[in-house]
């Protein structure tokens, strides 16, 4: 704490491959992944007809998801087909989050010259994490509104030559679902990475008593941007595949 | 633009390299969790199915077993009584044919012992007759002895 606050708005660059850059938050996305997918190797393995309580909450948590996507998606075909990617996303950046403040992670690192280099970022305080999940929704997005609707009808929801204020409107929605991609990145981008600075402070004028309260608080903003992340790839899977105005 | 992309470290490679590991976990976690999870949800689904079914089954079977045997118990009823009626009814038979029988025996036996006390009595009578005529010609010996002398 005797050199200040220092903030790094992007991860930092550990080394690298062949050219390739390894940044923290890689290597953190790659810690994440490995957990999700040992849990999900071994849990996968030990499924019985009889559930065991962890089995159960797993199996209520499916159940509950897949019963709220039918429900929204209006289709249980399609609630199904949708439903790894959305529990992927969710379960992905939740775990990240909530990976956010454990022992090692950003107080880990190597000494390069005078800079601390932290070994592991949280995934989601990267750009290009946010970013890629992003792009990954907004195609989706768009590639199953056009497959469910067809092209023409599709691009009809954004080109309106009928009258002058649906061309305007139509306009408008076509910016704000460009904007999908910035909203989507920087939302989840900007409140993971305000609540590590916001620990940050608070660890530098009141530590002992403030970052642990904030650092609870943080998980739950965590969690919460996980589920807000997931729900509006589902959501917006709903208003592409849904009929423009005056189609039937 | 470049300056932005700049400040927040936003490099296509690495934009590629997340999108690559979201397909991964996607992948992973299809194979290894949804997948597993969702056919053992519909596999316990079927198996409810099937333990109601069975149970309806069950039930019917039951209800069915109760009325057969309700049913063979009456029919069991009925034989019985038959079978009793008929026994009772070749018993009656059986003792009027004995009582019959012994009643004609008894009369032979008494015919028989009549027969029997007549001809001893005419035995009796016979003999009698005989003795007194040979008292008589005995008691004449000597009355004609005794006369004579």
């Known amino acids: ?248 | 633009m470049q300056q932005l992309l700049s400040a927040f470290g936003i490099d296509w490679r690495l934009l590629i390299a997340q999108a690559v590991n979201f397909g991964v976990v996607i992948g992973a976690l299809w194979y290894f969790l949804y997948k597993p999870v969702l056919a053992m949800l519909a596999k316990r689904q079927e198996v409810i199915a099937k333990g109601v079914e069975d149970a309806a089954h069950a039930q019917a079977a039951l209800a069915g077993a109760d009325t057969e045997a309700s049913a063979r118990v009456a029919a069991a009823d009925t034989e019985a009584e038959r079978i009793v009626s008929a026994a009772r009814e070749a018993g009656d038979a059986e003792k009027t044919r004995l009582l019959k029988e012994a009643e004609a025996r008894a009369v032979a036996v008494a015919k028989d012992a009549e027969d029997r006390a007549k001809e001893v009595a005419a035995r009796a009578k016979r003999e009698s007759e005989k003795e007194i005529t040979r008292l008589a010609i005995l008691a004449a010996e000597k009355l004609l002895k005794k006369h004579y002398d």
């Open chain 1, 1 to 248: 704490m005797q050199g200040g606050i220092s903030v790094v708005l992007k991860a930092e660059q550990l080394g690298s491959v062949f050219g390739f850059p390894i940044t923290n938050a890689l290597v953190m996305t790659w810690a994440v992944m490995l957990l999700l997918i040992g849990f999900a190797f071994f849990f996968g393995r030990s499924l019985s007809l009889v559930p065991t309580k962890l089995q159960s909450a797993v199996e209520w948590a499916f159940e509950g998801a897949l019963a709220y996507m039918t429900e929204v998606l209006e289709s249980k075909k399609l609630a199904r087909r949708f439903f790894p990617l959305v529990a992927s996303i969710f379960l992905f950046i939740a775990i990240a989050n909530e990976l956010e403040f454990f022992p090692g992670v950003g107080s880990f690192g190597l000494v390069h010259a005078t800079n601390f280099l932290p070994l592991l970022r949280t995934p989601t305080t990267d750009l290009n994490f946010t970013l890629a999940l992003a792009m990954i929704s907004f195609f989706t997005i768009e590639i199953t509104g056009i497959a469910t609707l067809g092209f023409f009808k599709y691009v009809g929801k954004y080109v309106n030559l009928k009258s002058p204020i649906g061309f305007v409107v139509g306009l408008i929605e076509f910016i704000s679902n460009l904007g999908r991609l910035i909203s989507f990145s920087f939302r989840l981008f900007g409140n993971i990475f305000a609540g590590e600075v916001m620990v940050l402070v608070a660890d530098y004028f009141l530590p002992y008593f403030l970052p642990a309260p904030l650092m609870g608080f943080e998980m739950f903003i965590g969690f919460v941007q996980a589920l807000v992340f997931a729900m509006l790839t589902l959501f917006f899977i709903k208003l592409a595949i849904t009929e423009p105005h005056g189609a039937h």
